[in-house]
C-alpha cells in the first residue's frame, strides 16, 4: 500500500542548517518508535531510527498514517514537532472510501467479533465489515456464522442500525442458517435481498430464519425463503417474533414465560418489507405477551405452500404446574397498515392468510388478500381471556378493527370473527360458565370488498358493527350466530349469494336458550340471494331477535337499475317463529322471484313486528304483521279473550290493531291483559274478559 512521505531541512532558530542533524520518528500515542521507509510503497526500511539529515540538513522518510512526534537533535540543538499528522489524505481534494479505516469497537470485542474489512463503519453497522459478503451463494454459511455473532441476543454486542449494503441495486446476501436478534437492533437491508436456505435439521423446529422477541426493527428491503421444513414443526419460519413455552429464544432453550422477563415483549416494527416463501408453513409467527407492533408496507407470496401468511397465539406469563392454572399472556396495541399476502394455501383446514388469536386492541388497515382459503380470522383462542395476566391485561373489553379489506379468490368463509367459543384444550376441565365463553371480543369492519365463491363472506358470533363493503357470491354474504346478540350492518351490498343474503339466524348459541338479537340494517342493497335454489330463499334471514331496525335498504335486482332481472331472491326479509320486535321501514323491494311476499313473517301471536312506509313494486306481507302503525289484524274474539296473545304479548298503552272481523282499528287503553280496547273514532269499547 502507497505512503505518505515526511520532508524538511533542519535549521536553528537562525535559520542556520544543522548539517548531518539526527531525526528521531515516535509515534505520539505510544512513544513507541516509528517504522520508516524510503520509499513510497514501504519496500525498502530505512535501517536505523534516529535517521541522519543529508549535509544540507535535507530529511525524508515515508511512514503509514498516523500522528507523529518528531524530535531532530545536532550538539546543543534540539528541535520538537509534536502531532504531526502523516498521511495520504494531505494528497486529496475528496477522500476516498477506501483510505477510511475504523478501529475495532468495544461492542465487536464483547461480542468476539474481529472485523475483516475496517473500512467497513461500525456506527450505522455496516455487515460487511464482520465478513458477510454479498451475491456469493457459496458464502451462505460463512455469512450466517458471522451474522449469528454479531447479534446473538446472549451476548454483549453491537446496537442501533445494521446495514446491508445494495452497491448493484440487487444485491442478494446468502444466508444459510436460524438467526437471533439481539434488542435494540435495526436491520436496514437497503433495497436488497437476504436469502435464507438450508437442509432441515431438528433443531429448526419452531424457530424463524430471523427470531426475536424485543426492540427489533427490519426494513426496506426483501426477504426470501428457500426451505422444506415439513418433517419438523413450525421450522424455518421467514420470522418468529416473540416466545411462549416450547420456543426456544437464546439462553431460554425451553421458551419464555412473561411474568418472568426483565421487560415485556415488543416494541416490534416491520416496514417496506417483501417476503417469499415455499416452505409448507407459516411464515410470519407471532407469540406471547406482546405489547406495540407495527407492521407496514408488508407483501407476502406463499408461493401456493405456505399455509398462514401472517399468525398471532396467545401465551403464558405464569408456569404453574397445572396448565388450566396459569394466567395466559396476550398481545395487545398491534398497528397492521396495507399488508398483502397472496398464494397461500387453499385446501389444508388451519389455512389462512391473516390470522389473531387471542390477541385484543388491535387495528389492521388495508388487508389485500389473494387466493388463500380464508383471508382474515380474529378469534380468542382457548385461552378465552380468562385468566390473563394480571400485570397486562387492564382492558375491560377486547376490541379488534379491521378496514379496507380486499379478499379475493378465497376457497372458504373469508373473514371470521369469533367472540363467542366453547371452553376446549387446557381449559375444558374447569365447568365454565356460559358468561365466560362468550361475548369475548367486540368487532368492528368497515371497508371491504369479498369474493369468496366456496364459504360465507363475514361469519361473527360476538358484538360487532359492519359498514361499506361488498361481497359477492358467497354462500351467506353475512352470517351471526346466537352468541351475536348486538349488530349494526350499513352501507353493505351483497350480491348473489348461493344462500340466504344475510344470514341471521343461523343458531349455534352456547347459553341453553338462545339470547335475544338486537341490531339495525341500513343502507344496504341486496340482490340475486338463493342462486342455489331460485325463488325459496331470503335477502335476509332474521330469528332470535328482539328489537331489530331493518331501514332504507334497497332488495332484488331490477333491469330499469341494475341491467337485470330478479331470477333468484324471494322475500326481502324473513322472520322465523322466534323473532320479535322486527321494524321494517322505509324499505324499497323492486322484486321477489316466484311471486315472493316482501315481508314474510312465521309464527303466531303480535310479536311486534311491523312493517311502516314501504316502497318499490313490490310491498306485499305475509303472517302477522304491522302496517304503518297497526301492530297486526286480529278476529273480534281473539280481541275479546284475555287469555290470547293480542292481549298478554306486548301491549302497552296505545297501541293500535286491526278489528279484522268488524273491519276497523282500535286501540289499546291499558298493557294489562283486562285493559279495553277502544275503537279510534271513539264509538265502542271491548273490555277483554
Known amino acids: 500500500m502507497a505512503l505518505a512521505a515526511w520532508q524538511a531541512t533542519i535549521v536553528d532558530e537562525s535559520g542556520n542548517i544543522q548539517s548531518l542533524a539526527s531525526v528521531e520518528v515516535l509515534l505520539e500515542s505510544s512513544g513507541a518508535t516509528a517504522a520508516l521507509f524510503s520509499d513510497r510503497d514501504g519496500a525498502n526500511p530505512i535501517g536505523s531510527n534516529p535517521t541522519t539529515a543529508d549535509e544540507n540538513g535535507f530529511v525524508r522518510f515515508y511512514a503509514a498514517g498516523g500522528s507523529y512526534r518528531i524530535n531532530a537533535t545536532l550538539g546543543a540543538f534540539t528541535r520538537t514537532w509534536r502531532h ?10 475528496a477522500l476516498e472510501s477506501t483510505l477510511v ?5 468495544a461492542a465487536e470485542v464483547a461480542a468476539s467479533v474481529t472485523p475483516s474489512d475496517y473500512a467497513k463503519t461500525p456506527h450505522y453497522y455496516d455487515v460487511r465489515r464482520a465478513g458477510i459478503v454479498p451475491n456469493e451463494p457459496t458464502a451462505a454459511t460463512t455469512n450466517a456464522t458471522a451474522l449469528i455473532a454479531l ?15 445494495n452497491t448493484t441495486g440487487e444485491d442478494i446476501y446468502y444466508i444459510g442458517d436460524i438467526i437471533e436478534i439481539r434488542d435494540r437492533i435495526t436491520l436496514d437491508l437497503c433495497g436488497s435481498t437476504l436469502h435464507f436456505s438450508k437442509t432441515y435439521e431438528s433443531s429448526d423446529n419452531t424457530m424463524g430464519f430471523l427470531t426475536f422477541i424485543r426492540n427489533v426493527t427490519i426494513k426496506n428491503g426483501r426477504i426470501e425463503v428457500d426451505y422444506d421444513g415439513s418433517a419438523g414443526t413450525n421450522a424455518g419460519l421467514a420470522m418468529r417474533i416473540g416466545s411462549r413455552s416450547s420456543y426456544p429464544f437464546g439462553a431460554a432453550t425451553g421458551g419464555l414465560f412473561d411474568s418472568l422477563l426483565s421487560a415485556p415483549m415488543g416494541n416490534i416494527k416491520l416496514q417496506d418489507l417483501e417476503i417469499t416463501t415455499n416452505n409448507p408453513s407459516t411464515c410470519i409467527l407471532m407469540l406471547g405477551g406482546l405489547r406495540n407492533i407495527s407492521f407496514e408496507n408488508i407483501s407476502i407470496d406463499g408461493q401456493d405452500v405456505a399455509t398462514v401468511g401472517i399468525y398471532y397465539e396467545f401465551g403464558f406469563a405464569t408456569n404453574e404446574g397445572t396448565t388450566n392454572q396459569r394466567q395466559s399472556s396476550h398481545a395487545c396495541n ?9 398464494n397461500i394455501d387453499t385446501v389444508g383446514s388451519n389455512s389462512v392468510a391473516f390470522g389473531l388469536t387471542g390477541a385484543y386492541n388491535c387495528d389492521i388497515d388495508g388487508l389485500y388478500v389473494n387466493v388463500a382459503r380464508a383471508a382474515l380470522q380474529l378469534i380468542p383462542g382457548e385461552a378465552l381471556y380468562y385468566r390473563p395476566w394480571e400485570d397486562q391485561d387492564d382492558f375491560e373489553d377486547h376490541w379488534l378493527k379491521a378496514r379496507n379489506v380486499v379478499a379475493k379468490g378465497i376457497s372458504s368463509t373469508a373473514i371470521t370473527l369469533t367472540g363467542a367459543t366453547a371452553s376446549t384444550g387446557y381449559l375444558s ?22 369474493d369468496t365463491p366456496g364459504g360465507n ?17 358467497a354462500q351467506s354474504a353475512i352470517v351471526l350466530t346466537d352468541e351475536c346478540t348486538q349488530f349494526t350492518i350499513e352501507n353493505v351490498r351483497a350480491f348473489d349469494s348461493s344462500s340466504i343474503g344475510f344470514r341471521l339466524n343461523f343458531g349455534q348459541n352456547l347459553w341453553p336458550s338462545a339470547r335475544m338479537k338486537t341490531g339495525a340494517i341500513r343502507g344496504c342493497f341486496i340482490a340475486g340471494s338463493g342462486t342455489s335454489a331460485a325463488g325459496t330463499l331470503s335477502a335476509i334471514g332474521l330469528g332470535n331477535c328482539d328489537g331489530v331496525i331493518v331501514e332504507n335498504n334497497r332488495f332484488g335486482y331490477a333491469s330499469g337499475h341494475d341491467g337485470r332481472t330478479e331470477d333468484n331472491q324471494a322475500q326481502a326479509v324473513a322472520v322465523s317463529s322466534n323473532g320479535s320486535g322486527v321494524i321494517c321501514r322505509n324499505n324499497y323491494v323492486a322484486a321477489t322471484n316466484s311471486g315472493a311476499v316482501a315481508y314474510a313473517i312465521v309464527g303466531t301471536g303480535p310479536r311486534g313486528c311491523r312493517v311502516e312506509n314501504p316502497r318499490g313494486p313490490v310491498k306485499t306481507t305475509s303472517g302477522n304483521w304491522g302496517i304503518d302503525g297497526i301492530a297486526g289484524s286480529f278476529t273480534a274474539t281473539n280481541i275479546a279473550d284475555d287469555a290470547h296473545a293480542v292481549n298478554t304479548d306486548d301491549k ?12 276497523r282499528v282500535m286501540v289499546a287503553l291499558g298493557s294489562a291483559a283486562t285493559d279495553g280496547w277502544r275503537v279510534v273514532d271513539g264509538s265502542a269499547t271491548v273490555t277483554p274478559s
Open 151 to 165: 447479534l446473538n441476543p446472549d451476548t454483549v454486542g453491537i446496537t442501533g442500525t445494521v446495514i446491508f449494503p
Open 334 to 342: 398491534m398497528r397492521f397498515r396495507n399488508i398483502r399476502i397472496q
Open 457 to 473: 363472506g363475514i361469519s361473527v358470533s360476538g358484538p360487532v358493527e359492519i359498514r361499506n363493503g361488498t361481497v359477492v357470491g
Open 84 to 93: 504531526v499528522p502523516i498521511g495520504l489524505l494531505g494528497e486529496r481534494d
Open 652 to 663: 302497552y298503552f296505545l297501541k293500535m290493531i286491526y278489528d279484522s272481523s268488524n273491519q
Open 101 to 105: 479505516k475504523y478501529d475495532r469497537i
Open 429 to 450: 376441565g374447569l365447568s365454565l360458565g356460559d358468561e365466560d365463553e362468550t361475548d369475548l371480543a367486540m368487532f368492528s369492519l368497515d371497508g371491504f370488498d369479498i
